[in-house]
């Protein structure tokens, strides 16, 4: 049975072809700058790159292109579309609704939009890709896997905030927590290297955005991301952390809410404190050239994820592994060298050759003598996304 894994951003596409039940790739690809008239597909199959330019005007073209792309030209991996069992979709926000993959039905969809308020940025870009691929797939039945759902086991004392209580109850304002397939495959990975189910972990997702989560006996009891993703770590562009009285500040000082919004979301982390980029690849090599700006960039990201790697070893009470994953998890021993140093009162100390060693790849980076294991553990979110398409439909043919 072959599942199409679907990722959509407001100007994007990612997608992915597995061959299940081994879950091997057969293709991926993005459709990338939605809306412009030099759009692009990009795919990799078989060991070949697949490059079309063209004007893609909206969603709906862009998936059409992808089907085109997986069964027409030299890209080609299937036949025909018949082969496609069932389509896998990302959705970022499910809210309290959904605490496990779902078949999606039109009940589902209208939760989904239900919540789209809490989740402007995001799913209304995931409901357009639904549409357009059922549209597209008409056949095959279609799941949601929400980025939030790994979080439904954090329990009310880790997710209220400490606002009037009818917030909650009104508006639905908690935190919920992004990144689950992220964190749920990392935890689980991590319980199997070490060989038993009731480890206390704590999982750091390092990409564009950045979350922690605590997860015990591979259920999450908190993660540092809240009712949005803005909370947390520093991140490219957001700010994380902070006092939210500087938005009553800014505000006095003429800010009106599109631009605190902006503000937070698209020009502070990374970005805003350096001046000069998102990218963590760019802020070292400034920072390695001497940019003071970079290199606090680089200190305040280590020393928020530090803190919470304090907070929640608290909150687990022990802590047996940490794991690092995501495009700076994966790939930037400096990062994780900055986040772990000092730690020993915590039982976490890193081998340096083990560390700088270890990129893009799995890997052990614990020193000898260190009472908490570390992994380099790269993410596979679309590998869940597969799976739990597979699970939930291969018996419905
Ligand atoms: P997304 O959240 O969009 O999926 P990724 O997980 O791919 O993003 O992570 C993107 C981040 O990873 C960027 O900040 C990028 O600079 C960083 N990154 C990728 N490779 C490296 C590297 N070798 N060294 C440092 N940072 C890296």
Redesign the pocket.
Known sequence: MKILVVNCGSSSIKYRLFDMPDKSVLATGMVERIGEQEAALIQESGGKETRTVQPVPDHEEGMQLILQALTQGPGAVIESLDEVGAVGHRVVHGGEAFSESVILDDQVIASIESVADLAPLHNPPNLIGIRAAQHALPTPPHVAVFDTAFHATIPPVAYTYALPHELYEKYGVRRYGFHGTSHFYVARRAAELLGREDIHCITIH????CSMAAVRDGKCIDTSMGLTPLEGLVM?TRTGDFDPAILFYLAEHGYDLAALNKLCNKQSG?LGISGES?????L?QLAGQGDARAQLAIDIFCYRIKKYLGAYTAALGSLDAVIFT???G???PS?RAGCCGNLQQLGIALDAEANRTT?GQEGAIQSADSRVQTWVIPTDEEGVIAGDTFTLTKDLA
Do not use: K, P, S, V
């Not at 390092?206 to 955005?209: A, Q, Y």
């Not at 998102?278 to 760019?282: C, K, Y």
């Open positions: 390092l990409g564009n955005g490219g990374l998102n990218d963590m690849r760019t070292t995501g495009g700076i994966e790939n930037a990062i990129i």
